[in-house]
DNA sequence: ACCTGATTAAAACAAACGTTTGAATAATTT
DNA sequence: AAATTATTCAAACGTTTGTTTTAATCAGGT
C-alpha cells in the first residue's frame, strides 16, 4: 500500500463527520476531503456509502458490545454466587460505563459515541438499522437482567421505565462540551466519572420509583 | 384562491416527511407529490425549504408554548399563594402534558411532536436551530422554577438532572407504535395519560434522589 | 365583459450527489 | 528484471437536489 492507512483515514474523518452532520447530510466529497484521499476510494475499499457508515459502526461497536458482554456475565457470576438478584446499579453500569469512559480514549471515540447516540434517536434511519444489526441481543440481554434485579417491577412498566433510562443515556451520548441551552451559573465541564454516578444515581432512581 | 388550502397541504405533508425521514432526507418533490401541489408551489408560498421548515414548526410550537406557559403560570401562582416553592411534579407536568396530550388531537400533530422530539436530539442540525429560536426563553423560565422546587438539590447537580430528564422526554417523543426493540410479554401501545404519569413518576424520582 | 393581481403549471437552471470508468502508479510476486 | 496484482487518480456518468423562470389560469373589482 502506497498509502498505509487510507482505510483508516475514511474511517476517521467518517466517523467524525457522521457525526457532526449526520449521515445524509455528509458527502462522500467532504469525508475524502478531509481524510485527504481520492473521492473513489470510498467505493473502492467499502464498496458503496452504506457500507462504510456499516464499517464505522462495527470498528468500535465491536469491542465494545465484547466489553459490556463481559461486564454483565461478571454481574450475573456475582449475583449466583450470593443466590442474590443481580445488583441494578450494576447491571446498568455495565451499559453505561464502558461507554462513556470510551469518549476519553481519543477524538474519534467522542464522535462515535455521538454517532451511537444519533442512531438510538432515530427509529427508522439508516444508523439505526446498521447500528441494530450489530447489537444482536444484547439488548434484550441488558433487559431481562434489569427484569431479574428489579423483581418487584411489572414487566411492562420497567419496559417503559427503561425506555425513559435509554432516552436519558442517549441523550448524554450525543451531548458534548457545546450545550445549546446553559443557564446562569452552571458549567458545561465535568469529568466523566462524576457524570457517570450522576446517571447512575438519577437512573436507579427512577426505574427503582414508587408506583 | 383557486385551491384555498395549499399552504396547509405543504404544511402537512412538510410536517408529516420531516418527521419521518428528516429535514435533510426529504426533498421538495416528495413534499410536493404527497400534498398534490406543483413543486413551485413550496418557494412561492414559503420562499425556501429551511422557510418551510421554520412554518410547520410554528404552526403547532406558538400555541402550545403559550400553554405551556399559562400552566407554568398557574404553578406559581399556587405556590405563592400557598408561600411555599412550586411543586416539582407540577411544573414538570406544565411542560409534559400539554406536548403528549397534543399527539392524540389529530394524525399530523402526531408526527409534529416526532418533528420536535427529533430537534432535540440533534444539537447541530436544522431542526435545532428553529426550534430553538422559537422557544425562546421558555427552556430558562423552566429550568429556573425547576430550581426553585427543588432547593435542597445543587443547581449545578439539577442542571445535569434535567438534561437526563429532557433525555427520557425527547426520546417518549420520538417513539411511536413501532418500537425498534420490542421484548417478549411487553405490549407498546399504552393509553397516553398513563403513560405521561410513568414518565412524571420516574422523572420525579430522578430529580429528587439521594445524592 | 374587461382588467388587475394572485396563484398554478411545466420546464429549465446550475449545483451537488453516489457511483463507475479506464488509465496511471505503486507494491508485491515470480 | 519482468509480470502481476493492488491501489490511486482525474474525469465523467446519470440522478437528484433546491431554486428560478415564463407562460397559463384563476379570482374578484370596476
Redesign the pocket.
Known sequence: ???????QRILNAAEELFAVHSF????????TQQA??????????F??????LDAVIKRRLEPLNARRSELLDEVERMAEASSQPPEIRAVWRAFVEPTLLLRKTDAGAEYFITLVGRALAEPHGAEMSIFLKQMGSLMFRFFEMSCSALPSIPRQLLFWRMHFAIGSFSHLMRSNEQSPLLPEGVSNTVDMESLIEMLLDYTVAGLEAPQ
Chains 1, 2 share one sequence.
Open positions: 500500500m502506497s498509502q498505509p492507512d487510507t482505510k445524509h447530510a455528509t458527502s462522500l466529497r467532504a469525508i485527504g484521499v481520492n473521492l473513489a476510494s470510498v467505493n473502492y475499499h464498496g458503496s456509502k452504506d457500507a462504510l
